[in-house]
């Protein structure tokens, strides 16, 4: 199933590829106005694609999430800040140990303001000096996404031990605690 409806009453989506997306879906999911976060794949050109077709890297997805949301309770405004808070933004071979485009991070805006406040975002984070080299997340216009299998949808809450050895095994705790001053 192709999700690309944009608005859905009040609602919202946004759609991001920050790496994993396992580690991408608890930390949207948490927010008051997230109503739903489903992960997937997102902007390449093979129709339903699977797991397993994703991460050979040939089928021009990557791994996201897409988050209905209430832009009254949460503005797209902070979903970005939540990305780039659990991202390195300035990786462009992958994310952590996860190597590879399928991996590259991405803001898919789904609309012209969406576009607007992604790149004032990017070029705020560019600007604070808080990274050595530049920001390399690319922020493109969305083409498409599919959601994952069954088995990946809050995959933290089905397999908590593999999903926490993963997260801290991968360099992203190690690397968001120095880049944004977090205890572990």
């Known amino acids: 199933m192709n999700t690309n ?3 859905e009453g009040n609602l919202e989506k946004a759609t ?7 580690c ?5 999911r948490i927010q008051k106005g997230v109503k739903d976060a489903v992960v997937g794949y997102s ?18 997805h990557r791994e996201a999430i897409q988050i209905t949301f209430d832009p009254a309770l949460t503005p797209y405004e902070t979903l970005l ?25 991405t803001v898919y805006f789904h609309d012209e303001e969406q576009r607007k406040k992604a790149e004032a975002s990017k070029e705020a984070l560019d600007r604070s000096g808080r990274f050595d080299s530049p920001i390399a997340t690319l922020i493109i216009p969305y083409r498409n996404f ?11 809450q089905k397999r908590p031990v593999h999903y926490n050895l993963y997260h801290e095994g991968s360099g992203r705790d190690a690397f ?7 205890k572990l």
């Open 81 to 105: 800040g939540i990305f780039w808070h659990n991202i390195d933004p300035t990786d462009a071979g992958g994310q952590f140990a996860d190597r590879g485009d399928q991996y590259r991070t």
């Open 5 to 7: 409806k944009i608005k």
């Open 146 to 156: 599919f959601p994952a299998e069954e088995e990946h949808q809050r995959y933290y």
């Open 43 to 60: 902007g390449g050109a093979v129709e339903n694609p699977t797991y397993d077709q994703v991460c050979t890297g040939k089928t021009g």
């Open 24 to 28: 991408m879906e608890p930390v949207f």
């Open 176 to 182: 968001l605690a120095k880049a944004w001053n977090r």
């Open 16 to 22: 991001f590829a920050g790496g994993c997306f396992w």
